[in-house]
């Protein structure tokens, strides 16, 4: 079973403190993905990777940075948090290959981020 | 770029009501598309697959079309139940690379 988990759940932060979000996925899947989910806006993309080393800008990046340092892990990095980035952020992986999963994003259970 | 438009921010219906979600798409690829489901608490999780070759799929009573002439695919089901309420999504997945992109969602409610 393919599986994603994220680390912390549940995080609060105080404004201009730095937060980091780490994801393991044990699909061994090249891509690896951060997306923030907030009401009205569905999934926005923040950072991907194709593989261990890579980062990659997705639609909104600002405020964010992004860490691959392994084909497992992924991980999302807030220097400076604020309050606009409190948000409730998925980690997903997907297969880059041509089998039948292709496409396919296999996602954690969430993080919610709190900064006051 | 690529772009996906989910207009149906919330649908409301009665168990053994008829649903149909639209989404409309835009790319210069060959994409697949995709239908997630979000229950609450949790992460998405992958409901349907169309291609653009094979034009549907069909998954737990939900079927997923497309249609390339107006550049759209929908999801239905002849009859919900209280367990389907939940959070759908589109995604697209443009051919060539991996970067989805995902509609805003769509609450469904089911009451009994």
């Known amino acids: 079973e393919a599986a994603v988990t994220q680390s912390p759940r549940n995080k609060v932060a105080v404004t201009g403190g730095k937060v980091t979000l780490s994801c393991n996925q044990t699909n061994n899947h090249n891509n690896m993905y951060w997306y923030r989910q907030d009401t009205g806006h569905g999934l926005r993309l923040i950072h991907y990777s194709y593989g261990a080393g890579s980062t990659e800008k997705g639609d909104i990046p600002d405020g964010y940075k992004a860490s691959r340092p392994s084909q497992e892990n992924f991980s999302l990095i807030l220097e400076l948090a604020t309050p606009s980035q409190t948000s409730v952020y998925f980690c997903?992986?997907?297969?880059?290959?041509?089998?039948?999963?292709?496409?396919?994003?296999?996602f954690g259970e969430g993080s919610k981020l709190t900064v006051l | 770029g690529d772009s996906v438009t989910q207009k149906q921010g919330q649908v409301t219906l009665s168990e053994d009501d008829f649903l149909f979600i639209n989404c409309t798409y835009s790319t210069t690829t060959y994409p697949t598309l995709f239908w997630y489901v979000q229950y609450p608490g949790q992460g998405p999780q992958l409901l349907l697959k169309?291609?653009?070759?094979?034009n549907k799929g069909i998954s737990r009573g939900f079927e997923a079309t497309y249609d390339k002439g107006t550049t759209s695919f929908h999801l239905q089901k002849a009859s919900v139940q209280e367990s389907d309420s939940a959070v759908y999504f589109c995604?697209?997945?443009?051919?060539?690379?991996?970067?989805?992109?995902f509609g805003k969602g769509t609450s469904l409610v089911v009451h009994p």
């Open positions: 169309v291609t653009t070759a094979n």
């Open positions: 997903a992986s997907g297969d880059a290959g041509r089998g039948a999963n292709t496409g396919q994003l296999y």
């Open positions: 995604a697209l997945v443009p051919g060539g690379n991996y970067k989805p992109t």
